[in-house]
Each structure stands twice: as structure tokens, then as C-alpha cells.
């Protein structure tokens, strides 16, 4: 099946004094009078514009950046989709003559590797990276002449030698959501979600040994996505109304109560709360599931760059206006650094932003996209 893709004046104090009439009084008091009269008053002092936040390099000057072109050596464009390394990418690109969706592991010096091809023809699609040690785990989906739609899971070890695997042969009605948790590895074998046939109101929670064999389906009731191993998050997350989290292995199960209208997302560290100022703007605030430690991390001019809240359980990437004078039309890139409770800018004039594993990366050149821009998330310690 496709899967479903389920945002002041100060008052003198002190002893009254009484002045005796006479001459020097009157000068005196002529000339206070006069200077009263004459000096200027003193207005509100002008509000000074806030410092402009730091940027990642100020703060970090070893972060380890690395930059893509946006096309490879044939021509053909390229989109990552996995970082195996700050130098090593995995990656989609069309073949030459445009028949084939090709998957390819492509290194710095541009050495490009194909792991797997499909036709174009069957609208392809490759999605759901998630990798653990050696294995990189992914969906693919492809459309029969039919017009069905059908996904299969796969691994690969990109270090050695052997080729790609296919682990399950058919995956169900696979919900994806562009988040880093659609596929999920745990207890050595690999995690997915998707819909329940006949039933809008429960989940098949299903998964396969990471060496392949037989597909265990657990179906629960109500409409879930992945989070972090090993838990379940209700879909309510970027809806009103509570979050609901369920743990896979205990079976414990916590809820996350929302203010009125917020808008709640959560995983099992940290959740986050967008809460709507009627016609103004709005703010972002993050918070732990039991309540506890809730504080602002933006204001109207942000909003949240990706759908899993403060990744590596510290950073939430925040998309903001950028400043006059930037080149390009994208927005301001910007990281909230939980531990340090500030924000850096990470880039300007930006497009598409995705996350996945340890590294950051995003898009520049607006639509026709110029290139490509990594951070590795580990290296800002």
C-alpha cells in the first residue's frame, strides 16, 4: 500500500527650608526659575534593538561542517537522505537517462556507488532512513501497473561488501510522517507502523528480525506514530487536545495534558507546545512530559523546522526570518540549544531541512536547488 504521509519625575527628599526675602533670594530663585524654564527635559530613553543572535561557528568553532554539490558527476541531481559520516552520503539520485530512481552512496571525493535501482515508471520512492551500528535500514515504494500501491523494508551494511537485503517483502499500509522515527531499530530487529485494514481507530505496530525472517504484527487500539525506542506517540501530536504516550515493552502509558488551543508535540524527553496570541504572534515552548522545566524558546518570528521535537534530546530546530539584507529568498536556519537555554543561527537563505541520525542538513538555492549543507550535531559539545 502508498503510505500515508499522514506545521518619571523623582521627588527631592529632605527638611523643608525657609528662605529670608532679600536680594541674592530673589537672583536666586529668578535664576532656577529660568533654568527650569530653559533646560530641556530629559525624554524616555530610545529601546535599543536586541543583539542579533550568535551563530553556530562563533560558538562552536570546531563544528564539523561539510558541504554537497547538488549534483553528481553525470549531471544528474542528487538529494541526501543519510549520513554515514560527515564526508560519506546516502542518497537518491535519477540514472542518466531518467528510466531509474537510483540509490547511491556517495563519498567526498565524489565516488558514487549504486546500492539500488528502480524503474521511474513505478513512481519510486525511497524513505524512512534509520540505521543502527553497521545497518542501515529503509522503505521502499513503488505503484504496480494496477495502480496499487506496495512498500518493502530493506538493509544494507554500507561498510562491507555484500549487497542490500530485502527483510520484508511487504510492509502493509506503512504510515510515514517525515520524521526520524518513521522506521525505528530496536531489540535487533526493525520497527514500523501502519494502518489497521478495516479500522480508522487502530495501529499495526509490526517488525522484522534486521536479518530478515518472519513479519510480527501487534495491533493497538487508536491511532499511533513511532517515537524513540521503545515508545508509541498518539497522532494528536500537532493537533489540540492531549499527547499520549505509550511505552512497547512495559506497557506504561503517560499523558500530556495541553493548555487551551495549544498545539502539542512530544516524544519521551521533551515536548513541544505552540501557543497561539489570537491575532498576534504566537510562541514556541518546550517542556518535559510530566510538566515540568517549561520555558520559551521562541517567539512569532520562529516556527518549528522539523516534526521530532529537540533532536539528540537538546537542540530544536527552529525556521526563522532572515534578516534584511540576506542573500536569497529561504529562511533563517536557527538551533535552541536546550542545555545552554539560547539560540544560534545556523544558515541563512535556506530551503529544505532534514535530520536524521546525528546530522543536520538543508537545502540553498531556493527550487532549483544549488547545494547542499551538513552538521554534525555531535560535534557541538
Given at each position: 500500500?502508498?503510505?500515508?504521509?499522514?506545521?518619571?519625575?523623582?521627588?527631592?527628599?529632605?527638611?523643608?527650608?525657609?528662605?529670608?526675602?532679600?536680594?541674592?533670594?530673589?537672583?536666586?530663585?529668578?535664576?532656577?526659575?529660568?533654568?527650569?524654564?530653559?533646560?530641556?527635559?530629559?525624554?524616555?530613553?530610545?529601546?535599543?534593538?536586541?543583539?542579533?543572535?550568535?551563530?553556530?561557528?562563533?560558538?562552536?568553532?570546531?563544528?564539523?561542517?561539510?558541504?554537497?554539490?547538488?549534483?553528481?558527476?553525470?549531471?544528474?541531481?542528487?538529494?541526501?537522505?543519510?549520513?554515514?559520516?560527515?564526508?560519506?552520503?546516502?542518497?537518491?539520485?535519477?540514472?542518466?537517462?531518467?528510466?531509474?530512481?537510483?540509490?547511491?552512496?556517495?563519498?567526498?571525493?565524489?565516488?558514487?556507488?549504486?546500492?539500488?535501482?528502480?524503474?521511474?515508471?513505478?513512481?519510486?520512492?525511497?524513505?524512512?532512513?534509520?540505521?543502527?551500528?553497521?545497518?542501515?535500514?529503509?522503505?521502499?515504494?513503488?505503484?504496480?501497473?494496477?495502480?496499487?500501491?506496495?512498500?518493502?523494508?530493506?538493509?544494507?551494511?554500507?561498510?562491507?561488501?555484500?549487497?542490500?537485503?530485502?527483510?520484508?517483502?511487504?510492509?502493509?499500509?506503512?504510515?510515514?510522517?517525515?520524521?526520524?522515527?518513521?522506521?525505528?531499530?530496536?531489540?535487533?530487529?526493525?520497527?514500523?507502523?501502519?494502518?489497521?485494514?478495516?479500522?480508522?481507530?487502530?495501529?499495526?505496530?509490526?517488525?522484522?528480525?534486521?536479518?530478515?525472517?518472519?513479519?510480527?504484527?501487534?495491533?493497538?487500539?487508536?491511532?499511533?506514530?513511532?517515537?524513540?525506542?521503545?515508545?508509541?506517540v498518539s497522532t494528536a501530536t500537532g493537533g489540540t487536545g492531549p499527547v499520549r504516550?505509550?511505552?512497547?515493552?512495559?506497557?506504561?502509558?503517560?499523558?500530556?495534558?495541553?493548555?487551551?488551543?495549544?498545539?502539542?508535540?512530544?516524544?519521551?524527553?521533551?515536548?513541544?507546545?505552540?501557543?497561539?496570541?489570537?491575532?498576534?504572534?504566537?510562541?514556541?515552548?518546550?517542556?518535559?512530559?510530566?510538566?515540568?522545566?517549561?520555558?520559551?524558546?521562541?517567539?512569532?518570528?520562529?516556527?518549528?523546522?522539523?516534526?521530532?521535537?529537540?533532536?539528540?534530546?537538546?537542540?530544536?530546530?527552529?525556521?526563522?526570518?532572515?534578516?534584511?539584507?540576506?542573500?536569497?529568498?529561504?529562511?533563517?536556519?536557527?538551533?535552541?540549544?536546550?542545555?545552554?537555554?539560547?539560540?544560534?543561527?545556523?544558515?541563512?537563505?535556506?530551503?529544505?531541512?532534514?535530520?536524521?541520525?546525528?546530522?543536520?542538513?538543508?537545502?540553498?538555492?531556493?527550487?532549483?536547488?544549488?547545494?547542499?549543507?551538513?552538521?554534525?550535531?555531535?560535534?557541538?559539545?
Open positions: 500500500m502508498t503510505p500515508r504521509r499522514w506545521p518619571a519625575t523623582a521627588r527631592l527628599r529632605g527638611p523643608a527650608r525657609r528662605y529670608r526675602p532679600g536680594l541674592a533670594g530673589l537672583v536666586v530663585a529668578v535664576a532656577a526659575g529660568t533654568a527650569l524654564v530653559t533646560l530641556p527635559q530629559a525624554g524616555p530613553r530610545p529601546v535599543e534593538p536586541a543583539p542579533p543572535p550568535a551563530r553556530i561557528e562563533q560558538e562552536w568553532p570546531e563544528a564539523v561542517r561539510r558541504e554537497l554539490p547538488a549534483r553528481l558527476a553525470d549531471g544528474t541531481a542528487y538529494s541526501p537522505v543519510w549520513f554515514l559520516d560527515p564526508d560519506v552520503s546516502i542518497g537518491t539520485a535519477p540514472s542518466p537517462d531518467g528510466r531509474h530512481l537510483r540509490l547511491v552512496r556517495r563519498t567526498a571525493d565524489g565516488t558514487v556507488h549504486q546500492l539500488r535501482r528502480l524503474p521511474a515508471a513505478g513512481s519510486p520512492q525511497y524513505a524512512g532512513f534509520t540505521g543502527s551500528g553497521a545497518v542501515l535500514a529503509w522503505a521502499e515504494t513503488t505503484t504496480g501497473p494496477d495502480g496499487r500501491g506496495r512498500t518493502e523494508l530493506w538493509t544494507v551494511e554500507p561498510g562491507a561488501d555484500r549487497p542490500p537485503r530485502r527483510v520484508a517483502p511487504e510492509g502493509g499500509d506503512v504510515l510515514l510522517v517525515n520524521s526520524r522515527h518513521d522506521l525505528v531499530i530496536g531489540s535487533g530487529r526493525l520497527h514500523w507502523v501502519a494502518a489497521a485494514p478495516g479500522s480508522a481507530v487502530a495501529t499495526e505496530v509490526r517488525s522484522v528480525p534486521l536479518g530478515g525472517g518472519r513479519v510480527t504484527v501487534r495491533t493497538e487500539p487508536g491511532a499511533w506514530t513511532l517515537s524513540a525506542w521503545p515508545w508509541l504516550l505509550r511505552h512497547l515493552v512495559d506497557g506504561t502509558e503517560r499523558t500530556v495534558s495541553a493548555g487551551p488551543d495549544e498545539l502539542l508535540s512530544c516524544g519521551p524527553v521533551w515536548c513541544r507546545a505552540l501557543v497561539p496570541a489570537g491575532a498576534g504572534p504566537g510562541r514556541l515552548d518546550l517542556f518535559r512530559p510530566d510538566g515540568r522545566d517549561r520555558h520559551r524558546v521562541a517567539g512569532g518570528d520562529a516556527s518549528a523546522a522539523l516534526v521530532d521535537v529537540a533532536v539528540r534530546d537538546r537542540f530544536e530546530v527552529l525556521l526563522g526570518t532572515g534578516p534584511a539584507g540576506t542573500v536569497g529568498d529561504g529562511a533563517q536556519l536557527r538551533l535552541y540549544d536546550v542545555d545552554r537555554r539560547r539560540t544560534l543561527v545556523a544558515a541563512d537563505g535556506v530551503g529544505l531541512v532534514l535530520c536524521r541520525g546525528d546530522v543536520l542538513w538543508w537545502s540553498i538555492g531556493g527550487r532549483e536547488v544549488t547545494g547542499w549543507h551538513a552538521l554534525d550535531l555531535r560535534s557541538l559539545t
